[in-house]
């Protein structure tokens, strides 16, 4: 952890930006697993091939409700592109829904007129 308080350092933010498709104009992650949180302790460790830290390193980004969790938004220029190629890398990132019908679904949900133009899953 830095004296500021930052969880994940500017190596690993890359090494997870670079899981995700080329077309990400602007990204930003926010949550406790990217500043530190009042009680909220960071003590995971993980060692999978797929994993942005090694052994070594405290792991902000495990998937139990007690750790530090880190969400992302990624700004794109082309939504439903850029979702059909995540769908294919990432299909475990979206609920089943999306899974079953689409990036064409995502990027409708994303621009119906009564919400802000972002897509949360």
């Known amino acids: 952890m830095s004296k ?3 969880l994940v350092t500017t190596n690993e933010l890359d090494s997870i930006y670079s899981t995700f498709p080329d077309g990400i104009i602007h990204a930003f992650g926010y949550g406790s697993g990217v500043f530190a949180q009042k009680d909220v302790k960071c003590a995971a460790t993980t060692s ?9 390193n405290q792991h902000p980004l495990a998937s ?4 530090p969790m880190l969400d992302m ?8 592109s850029w ?3 995540n769908l294919d890398i990432n299909q ?10 689409g990036s064409d679904f995502v990027s409708r949900v994303q ?5 802000a133009g972002v897509y949360f899953n």
């Open 48 to 56: 999978t091939p797929n994993s942005a830290h090694n052994a070594d």
């Open 73 to 80: 938004i990624f700004v794109v220029e082309d939504s439903k």
């Open 92 to 101: 475990s990132h979206y609920a089943l829904l999306p899974r079953l019908v």
């Open 4 to 6: 500021d308080g930052q």
């Open 111 to 115: 621009k119906w007129k009564c919400g």
């Open 64 to 67: 139990q409700s007690s750790q």
């Open 83 to 85: 979702h059909e190629k």
